[in-house]
């Protein structure tokens, strides 16, 4: 059987989220492979292997059981930002040469940072939000952006795969202390201009048959936005299948799946968009989207009348050729 490593945990502020989104694939694994954890911090990487905790070696991929050295096959990276859904992991098994099921290091990299993605899709005539990029605090004087941007806007961490650090400015005096809670998170900001529409997501997937994309997901969050609150603590209402037309829905797939050819993405994404006069802009694209029980895209798995672990068989079975 492959011995399977699922790589979570990380550095970021979405370490418990990124805990639980592993041991939900882990406990609806495939049959016929080896699964186990492997868990990130910056201190130390554990291999969690037949309920044994266990010191794991980064440098050759490897770990001690029962005075046998266990070597992984290949593996699935899923940790929310820093140093997995930022391409820093995928690009350190490439150079150790093992196989791993994500999008590489180059697409992680690419559509992590919310600001490059987006001027990438503008590229290819893909609505997005208007934008500045802060690579300081001081990049900008602070009228400028109230008048290139209009309020509201958003703030967030261009370089942070988590949802902290994102603040919905409604005021000028409320700009600055936005900015400093986003470089608090990240090293640049993205300031976008607001949205205004029904915010909808969907998740996409290579298999056999070719790139298909999930039943998309409304969002229709009791708080100003789709925070950490409203993502994970229940403070919003995620209704799958969504509350569009058909031929909105449809629309809204195929740009999914232009998007997930575009930036060479590989496995399970979901791409997040505002449904403007039913236009689609896009708003991000998550590489390494939740996946523990409440997440999204484990609901769009169960509207379609899939299982997880047929899910994962799926996308294994067409990656790891």
């Given at each position: ?50 309920n ?44 150790k ?6 999008s ?15 001027q990438f899709l503008?590229?290819?005539d ?10 300081s605090?001081?990049a ?18 261009s370089d ?7 603040s ?11 900015l400093?809670k ?6 640049t ?12 997501t ?11 994309a ?9 708080n ?15 209704i ?5 037309s058909?031929?909105?829905s ?5 740009i ?17 968009f ?15 989207p939740?996946?523990?029980?409440a ?5 769009m798995?169960?509207?379609e009348?899939?299982t ?14």
């Open positions: 059987m492959k011995r399977i490593a699922i790589f979570c945990g990380g550095y970021s502020s979405e370490f418990e989220i990124s805990i639980k989104s592993a041991n939900t694939i882990l406990a609806n694994f495939p049959e016929g492979y080896d699964p186990f954890l492997v868990e990130i911090t910056k201190e130390s990487w554990t291999a969690i292997y037949r044994e905790r266990l010191d794991f070696n980064p440098w050759n991929l490897s770990f001690e059981f029962q005075n046998q050295e266990i070597a992984i096959d290949s593996a699935i990276i899923y940790i929310h930002g820093n140093p997995g859904e930022n391409g820093k992991l995928q690009a350190y098994l490439e150079l040469d093992v196989p791993f099921i994500n590489g290091a180059l697409a992680s990299e690419l559509s992590f940072d919310k600001w490059y993605c987006n503008r590229g290819f893909i609505p997005v939000a208007k934008s500045l990029l802060l690579t605090i001081d900008f004087e602070n009228q400028y952006i109230l008048e290139t941007l209009g309020l509201p806007c958003f703030v967030k961490p942070s795969g988590s949802s902290y650090g994102i919905k400015v409604k005021t000028a005096e409320e700009l600055q202390p936005a400093e986003a470089f608090a998170e990240g090293e900001v993205v300031i976008e201009s607001f949205l205004n529409g029904t915010e909808v969907c998740g996409v997937y290579r298999t056999k048959n070719g790139i298909h999930l039943p998309l997901t409304e969002i229709a969050t009791e100003d936005f789709f925070d950490y609150e409203a993502k994970y603590l229940g403070a919003s209402q995620e799958t299948p969504a509350r569009v058909e031929s909105i449809k629309n809204v797939q195929e999914s799946k232009k998007i997930y050819q575009l930036l060479r993405l590989r496995s399970i994404a979901r791409i997040d505002m449904l403007v006069n039913d236009v689609p802009h896009v708003i991000e694209v998550n590489t390494t939740g996946f523990s029980p997440s999204l895209v484990p609901q798995i169960a509207c009348g899939n997880i672990q047929n899910f994962w068989k799926e996308i294994l079975e067409i990656e790891l050729k």
